[in-house]
């Protein structure tokens, strides 16, 4: 089992940059692929981002640019640095990981295992 606490979220305003932080506990993540995904209000849950066990990673095409996903595995921890926050990026961010020995990165939510419990990102305009 993997457990995985999500924490840095906040309010913010348009333009601001966030960093957003996983922490995972149980098991390593060192052999899993991660995930960043996010969802609105009355919307499907998205991919914001992915990294692969080598680092390899997968934007959605609205962050792409301006996001950018990192994995630390000795502190089995995983972040996602957002610049140029605009309101529509806000929403409830989940980080995700896969089972162990599925290291590449994909899009699907339902590849992924484990679920953080979600950390809030408003931006205001």
């Known amino acids: 089992q993997v457990q995985l606490v999500d924490s840095g979220g906040g309010v913010v305003q348009t333009g601001d940059s966030l960093r957003i932080s996983c922490a995972a506990s149980?098991?390593?993540?060192?052999?899993?692929?991660m995930g960043w995904f996010r969802q609105a209000p009355g919307k499907e849950r998205e991919l914001a981002a992915a990294?692969?066990?080598?680092?390899?990673?997968l934007y959605a095409p609205s962050v792409k640019g301006r996001f950018s996903i990192s994995r630390d595995n000795a502190k089995n921890t995983v972040y996602l640095q957002m610049n140029g926050l605009k309101p529509e990026d806000t929403g409830l961010y989940y980080c995700a990981a896969k089972y162990a020995g599925h290291m590449a990165v994909s899009a699907s939510v339902g590849e992924y295992t484990y679920w953080g419990q979600g950390t809030q990102v408003t931006v205001s305009s």
């Open positions: 149980g098991r390593s993540i060192r052999t899993r692929a």
């Open positions: 990294i692969s066990t080598e680092g390899d990673a």
